[in-house]
């Protein structure tokens, strides 16, 4: 390409890296087929890399770059705002994403900023407008689980991860990583994609740099009881209870309590000051590891803030105290002299807040996403337990950010759909919902009633639509059957008041997930063939790369089929008002229809399912339909099992669902 566009300076700066070291890197380099949308016609097969390219890879990047910025640039500028529901998520891990083993000795390679640009273009197959990437901050090695220790464990939330900086470009300057990302985002606002970033505030890193200025801002154990440290529990230890008022009167007046409390101390600056001193100015870059040397004590571990939650403590990060004392509610439980600690209760600061806030704290928070916006251009930001920050905090955070970008999209990380109208309020844009539970349970009698009622009508703010997370077992693992799988992909793309989300890995088939943090045992970490390279590995802590020379290819025409046709009726779909709920069939056995309506053109959708697995279900539309909307006599089928069509039936005609079938029904035209 010989003119890049004076809208990416940090795309053309990338592109003259790449060209002025084509041929410098090596013959011996491979990518997936699949990474090939460009056509590069440079690459070689190898018949021990099958379906693999040898490459040039500087150039064969730069090619894959040039045809993205071929396809874009008439795209709306970013920063404008349509409805939310109008748009689709790709969700990503950078370092996973594009990972691979470029090289003959089969070590995996980081994925980077420069890789998950070029493959942008794939995203657009469908028809997706924000890219959403898992935190891509500074993290630790220290405490850290598995090879690569999890992104959740920030060291420095103001410094981009130095692995995700592509040593094609050459040596890592630091301002080189920062051009890096600048070009990513610079080429997903070309292509019409808004980038969102995933932040978390509640933790940190065991050895955050925050230590270093702030040792007060953390809490502090012996070092001793870190090997088996855990939040305290009530009754049998596995059901899980929701902290209330009721359950910390029964937790702090626990037999165990006493004892927990007691691994707690203070911060090493309070313990001696002089000696803190002297081990803050020798410590070099393993701070945290002199202190557990000088004062035999370090950061406490953080663990769920739900009471009995059945997952190990977070060995790698710990809470940050927003408060400088306890709630109110439990001030009568604590002895006077009490080092500070934290609880359940201290971890759901939405719930127990303090009355002393450490201020300085907050205010670094608050200045982190205006330091992406204004440095880096993103355009939204997903907070990571949102729900158990700060009412009032979450709320200048807001303010802060939105000052900088009225526009900036806000995504809480709430689950209970119930709890939207609170997000909405307190400025968030969307939430995470846990429509993947619903999914789970496709086949049970009250499915439509759980999804719709208590997940996507029970927001008044957009849902996140997803069957599967970054932290849920994968779709393709729950639903091991095409026809169940193919159900759920296709309901997602259709249902009301929802943003349809795809998690990488998803349109792969990938079975493999990527943590074992929500509805799943450590048993789900190893259910790949155990001759899989990847088995046993997760991406959150793990080299891992997905499976892109997999040969299956249906769910991805799924994917792109069904949201294509969404797209052609998102006039339609995108406007929860013209969402026409069945309630008489909201416990109906195994139809669940999604019927949309716009009176003002006279035009609908009915989406119907057949959710039994092994029997066939009839639909008579002119019987089924709801009453506020017309059917007319004819109506056009325009999706089946057999994919996208286009052929008119009677109204009045049965039209037969096979097991798990979906149909969408054009009407009113």
């Not at 500087?58 to 795209?75: N, V, Y």
């Not at 900086?165 to 890096?180: K, R």
């Not at 020798?282 to 571990?301: C, K, M, R, V, Y």
């Not at 970054?470 to 296709?490: N, V, W």
Request: hydrophobic share 40%; charged share 25%; proline share 7%.
């Amino acid at each position: 390409m010989n003119q890049v566009p004076d809208r990416v300076p940090n795309v053309r700066l990338v592109l003259e890296i790449l060209h002025s070291r084509k041929g410098a890197c090596g013959a011996d380099w491979f990518v997936p087929e699949r990474w090939n949308h460009a056509a590069y016609r440079g690459g070689t097969a190898d018949p021990g890399r099958p379906g693999e390219l040898r490459v040039d890879p500087c150039d064969f990047f730069a090619a894959c770059i040039e045809k993205a910025l071929r396809e874009g640039g008439t795209a709306q500028e970013p920063g404008g705002r349509k409805r939310l529901t109008e748009s689709v998520i790709y969700g990503m891990l950078v370092r996973s994403f594009t990972a691979w083993p470029h090289h003959d000795a089969g070590e995996v390679c980081s994925g980077t900023f420069l890789k998950t640009m070029a493959l942008l273009p794939l995203l657009r197959r469908y028809g997706v407008d924000i890219v959403y990437l898992l935190p891509v901050f500074s993290c630790s090695d220290r405490y850290k689980k598995g090879r690569l220790g999890s992104p959740y464990a920030i060291k420095d939330i103001y410094k981009l991860d130095a692995a995700l900086h592509d040593p094609l470009l050459g040596e890592d300057t630091g301002e080189l990583l920062e051009a890096e990302f600048q070009a990513f985002v610079e080429l997903c606002h070309w292509l019409g994609m808004k980038v969102v970033l995933d932040f978390a505030f509640r933790t940190t890193a065991r050895d955050s740099v925050l230590i270093a200025d702030h040792p007060d801002w953390f809490c502090w154990i012996r070092k001793e009881c870190a090997v088996g440290f855990r939040a305290p529990s009530l009754g049998d230890g596995t059901t899980t209870r929701e902290v209330n008022d009721e359950t910390l009167r029964e937790l702090y007046t626990s037999s165990q309590t006493p004892t927990y409390l007691a691994q707690f101390t203070w911060s090493p600056d309070r313990i001696d000051p002089d000696r803190w001193a002297s081990v803050r100015a020798s410590a070099g870059d393993d701070l945290l590891g002199a202190i557990e040397d000088q004062f035999g004590i370090t950061t406490a571990p953080g663990f769920s803030p739900v009471i009995n939650d059945q997952q190990p403590p977070w060995t790698d990060a710990t809470y940050l105290r927003f408060y400088h004392d306890n709630a109110a509610q439990v001030g009568k439980y604590v002895a006077d002299g009490q080092a500070p600690f934290v609880m359940q209760d201290s971890a759901s600061l939405s719930k127990y807040p303090g009355a002393k806030p450490t201020e300085e704290l907050w205010r670094y928070v608050e200045g982190v996403m205006p330091h992406y916006r204004t440095h880096f251009g993103i355009d939204g930001a997903r907070i990571d337990m949102a729900h158990a920050m700060p009412a009032e905090h979450n709320a200048s955070i807001v303010r802060r950010i939105r000052e900088v970008d009225p526009k900036f999209l806000l995504w809480s990380e709430e689950f209970d759909c119930g709890k939207g109208a609170q997000a909405g309020r307190d400025g968030f844009d969307l939430i995470s919902g846990y429509t993947y539970y619903d999914y789970k349970r496709i086949h049970d009698a009250d499915f439509a009633r759980s999804i719709l009622d208590n997940g996507f009508l029970a927001s008044p703010i957009p849902v996140v639509a997803s069957v599967e997370t970054p932290d849920t077992p994968r779709s393709a693992l729950g639903h091991p059957d095409k026809a169940s799988l193919r159900l759920i992909l296709t309901l997602n793309s259709f249902m009301p008041n929802a943003v349809p989300f795809i998690n990488s890995g998803q349109e792969l088939l990938e079975v493999q997930p990527m943590n074992l943090g929500l509805d799943n045992t450590e048993d789900g970490r190893f259910v790949l063939p155990p001759g899989d390279p990847m088995a046993g590995r997760l991406a959150f802590f793990d080299p891992y790369c997905l499976h892109w020379t997999s040969g299956d290819t249906w769910v991805d025409a799924v994917l792109q089929e069904t949201l294509r046709l969404r797209r052609h009726y998102l006039s339609l779909l995108g406007d929860p008002g013209n969402f026409v709920k069945q309630e008489d069939l909201l416990h109906h056995g195994n139809l669940t229809m999604l019927c949309y309506h716009d009176s003002t053109y006279i035009d609908g959708l009915v989406v119907a399912a057949n959710r039994s697995l092994t029997t066939e279900l009839s639909l008579r539309l002119a019987l089924e339909h709801p009453a506020t909307i017309p059917v007319g006599k004819e109506v056009k089928i325009v999706y089946d099992a057999h994919g996208p069509c286009r052929r008119s039936v009677s109204s009045t005609d049965d039209v037969l669902l096979s097991p798990c079938e979906v149909v969408v029904i054009e009407i009113g035209k």
